[in-house]
């Protein structure tokens, strides 16, 4: 065991037997430098590397989670404008399940065009995070007349019915 100082916090630690060339302690903090330090020092010598880091935006996102916390905390628009994308992905992925679940083989393209009536669905249509080609609308319920007109109409026949 070597007694070393860490270039980070200044610490004397351990170095461990299997990295004799350790210069950074343990601590999650000079971990968290050596790496940034390593990450910079590769992205401004290595061209292959910094290719991979900006063709890969996962990886550097699993290497500073932080961040990305952080930015969510900052710009909830645009976490809601990707909760909206993500939805409207999981749509067109359902669909496209659906098309090409044997079960619905007799599926067929269509090009009607589909009108939205009624008050409540003026926001569906204006609704910009959901620009989908295709509207799955349930039928509503059909309306009953009012009860008390139908009463009305009927009661002049009743009247005659009980006066013969
Ligand atoms: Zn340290």
Known sequence: MVERQCRYCERSFQASKYQPGQSVCSESDCQRGRRADYHRQKVAADPEYRQVC????????????????????????????????????DQKRRLRDLANNNSAFDLKHSAAEIWLLG????????????????????PLPPRKPPQSESCKQQRPGNEADSAG
């Open 119 to 138: 008050a409540g669905l003026q926001n569906l249509a204006n609704n910009n995070s959901a620009p989908a080609q295709v509207w799955i609308l349930e």
């Open 54 to 89: 900006l063709d890969s935006p996962q990886k550097s996102r699993s290497h500073n989670p932080d961040y990305w916390r952080r930015y969510r905390a900052q710009h909830p628009a645009a976490v809601e404008r990707n909760r909206q994308r993500q939805h409207v992905r």
